[in-house]
């Protein structure tokens, strides 16, 4: 068999390669086996300023003693719901301060997204406890940034021709329906940050008219850590209990015009006050469209829109 001759420069090129890959492989002994590569950090999706609210806390959370399956907030410690669940805000100084809360959110499915996603996450959203949506709405609603808030039925001042539902707080019932009528609503939604009295109807409440009815309420509302919203007229809210009174409601039997003109009527209010709550109850599509095109133009107008909570209690600059 003719034998087979390696040109010089071929044999000296595998030899550098052989002791090369003993290197090597002596190397990668030291060193151990590879290390997997770290997961990329997933992106936060933020609106605006800031992004979604935290989920519901269990620790912010107790059983009803009218029926153990209704959990209902509650402080834990120092810890609140009105904080805890609270939209951050941009209190940037020279600006004036404005705040909207929508009500009727839950009712109905489509509007509901709807609203969640075609309004500035600063606008704070009312959820209604009948609404057969509340809690998906409630959800969507945290994701996306929204600062939510959970209407109470109350007694209204055109009962009995129209009431806001058989779970209607009433100055005429006992204490114990009463108390279980609340814990019914509380539970209804969680991850909440205050409570109102607009759940999506256009007439004004009278329950709190009372001094003995309001009396009630802020004593079962004081352990739950919650603030409060009335949009009712002449009604006070309820003693040791924060909150804030609407300074213009607005309801969607209202004209464009009419709506357009009481948003500017608002913003006329934060001016002279240096803050201002707008409610508007149960808006249709064009209701949105109308409120989300005025809250672009707030800035110029030396304004600054921020969720309710932001009107209730100091708060840091963000």
Same mark, same amino acid.
């Given at each position: 068999m003719r034998a087979i001759r390696i040109a010089r420069s071929v044999g000296r090129f595998w030899a550098g390669t052989g002791l090369a890959t003993v290197i090597g492989g002596a190397i990668l002994a030291a060193l151990g086996p590879p290390q997997p590569a770290k997961p990329a950090r997933p992106e936060l999706v933020r609106h605006l300023y800031h992004g979604a609210i935290p989920p519901p806390n269990p620790k912010l959370l107790v059983a009803s003693p009218a029926n153990p399956a209704w959990m209902i907030p509650r402080q834990s410690g120092k810890t609140k719901p009105m904080a805890y669940y609270a939209?951050?805000?941009?209190?940037?100084?020279?600006?004036?301060?404005?705040?909207?809360?929508?009500?009727?959110?839950?009712?109905?499915?489509?509007?509901s997204l709807d609203a969640v996603t075609s309004l500035p996450p600063s606008v704070s959203l009312a959820l209604t406890p009948y609404g057969p949506h509340v809690q998906d709405v409630a959800?969507?609603?945290r994701k996306a940034g929204h600062e939510t808030l959970l209407g109470l039925p109350m007694e209204t001042s055109r009962e009995p021709t129209v009431t806001e539902?058989?779970?209607?707080?009433?100055?005429?019932?006992?204490?114990?329906?009463?108390q279980r009528r609340l814990d019914w609503a509380l539970s209804r939604a969680a991850g909440y940050a205050?409570?109102?009295?607009?759940?999506?109807?256009?007439?004004?409440?009278?329950?709190?008219?009372?001094?003995?009815?309001?009396?009630? @309420?802020?004593?079962?509302? #004081?352990?739950? +850590?919650?603030?409060? !919203?009335?949009? =009712?007229?002449?009604?006070?809210?309820?003693?040791?209990?924060?909150?804030?009174?609407?300074?213009?409601?607005?309801?969607?039997?209202?004209?464009?015009?009419?709506? @357009?003109?009481?948003?500017? #009527?608002?913003? +006329?209010?934060?001016? !002279?006050?240096? =803050?201002?709550?707008?409610?508007?109850s149960s808006p249709t599509a064009s209701d949105i469209d109308i409120l989300t095109k005025w809250c672009a133009g707030l800035k110029a107008q030396g304004l600054v829109l921020v969720p309710v909570s932001a009107l209730i209690a100091p708060r840091k600059t963000k």
């Open positions: 939209a951050p805000a941009h209190l940037s100084n020279g600006l004036h301060r404005v705040a909207i809360l929508v009500g009727g959110i839950g009712e109905a499915l489509k509007p959800a969507a609603a539902g058989d779970e209607a707080l009433h100055g005429s019932e006992l204490d114990s329906v009463n205050g409570v109102t009295d607009e759940i999506g109807m256009t007439t004004d409440e009278t329950f709190l008219s009372q001094a003995m009815n309001s009396q009630w @309420l802020g004593k079962h509302l #004081q352990t739950t +850590g919650l603030f409060m !919203v009335t949009a =009712s007229r002449g009604v006070k809210l309820p003693p040791g209990i924060p909150g804030r009174r609407a300074d213009v409601v607005i309801h969607p039997e209202m004209s464009g015009a009419d709506q @357009l003109q009481s948003l500017n #009527q608002l913003a +006329g209010v934060a001016v !002279v006050q240096g =803050s201002a709550l707008g409610v508007i």
